[in-house]
């Protein structure tokens, strides 16, 4: 895994981790190698790389710091998020079933119901706080449980360990979407996952230039499974993408403390603001899962919605496009502030009352914080609500 030891902290294995510097060259940074085959001295004879559907060197390096990051000891990189969820869903058959929560990212909700479904795999959309009701779902054809913490966009908070301990009693796979919190927030496998995923494209890439997805597994079975789905349907990234994303993890460190500390700021304005009927942000005292949060999370993120007072459709579209320093826009997690309307833009495909059951209504903000200045973001949200 190159320089960085899993004993090493984050901030050295963000920089190092699965990096050597190039044994023909020296160079420091990662060479893109871009091509898409091996020569081989005779049939077979190869450097361990054939074709890269399968194995390509700058993607290797990166899935070793994605595995470094999160604890884990395999890495799997994948050309969307969605196509790490993809993968992971083809670990089952048909008549298995799945539990989930009921606030999940929208391209989840859309894969689990309108592609997985048909394929006979059944999926219970549950409120994840309330461990009885996950055990009553439990059955003998129950296999995966799938979460995400803090949930899109309504930021609830979902107790990792509690619902590691029912997977595990159960013998389930548990799977934790780690996308919102990143891994310098919080490192499900250290609370009992057994596999993490992430939409790279939020917070680990960072600077919206890529999109990418990740998987991070201990077990070395699941991992060869995982890869055999990987190489086989062949939703993995290119080498350009890889070094981007290596480039962009080597500051990951320093963006998320910027992240939390403007999250911070940004969730104090905003919560005695007069235009403000809501706020959801971990972090306050009086947020229904402050204490799993403090419990699981080294701090609270910049990711932060808002539910406007006594504004309809038409004054939230107003308001949503007065910005100027954030930018009206789907995806959260880069350098740059953003500001998005669940309802008609990242979950726009979860039905009406599925999606007002978990708080999605029409009158919903969310902010995804970035690292710009602080006066500049609190000035733009104050002239955007006023
Ligand atoms: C964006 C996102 C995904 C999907 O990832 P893509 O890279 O867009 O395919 C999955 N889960 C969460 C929480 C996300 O925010």
Redesign the pocket.
Known sequence: MGRAKQTMKFATKAIHAGQEPDPTTGAIMTPIYQTSTYWQKSPGDNKGYEYSRGTNPTRKALEDCLAALENAKFGLAFS??????DAVMKLLQPGDEVITGNDL?G??YRIFTKIFANYGIKFHFLDLSDQNIINSYVNDKTKLIWI?TPT?PTMQVVDIKAVGEISKAHNLTFVV?N??ASPYLQNPMDMGADIV?H????YIGGHSDV???ALMMNDEELYKKLWFIYNACGATPGPMDSFLVLRGIKTLHLRMKAHCENGRQIAKFLKDHPKVEKIYWPGFTDHPNHEVAKKQMRDFGGMISIVLKGADLQETFRIASSFKVFSLAE???GVESLINHPVSM?HGSIPKAEREKAGVVDNLLRLSVGVEDIEDLLDDLKQALS
């Open positions: 969307s998020g969605m196509g790490a969820t990212y391209g989840s995400e899109n979407d996308t919102f995923m939409s790279v494209t939020k999109v990418m997805g995806s959260l997690g990242t």
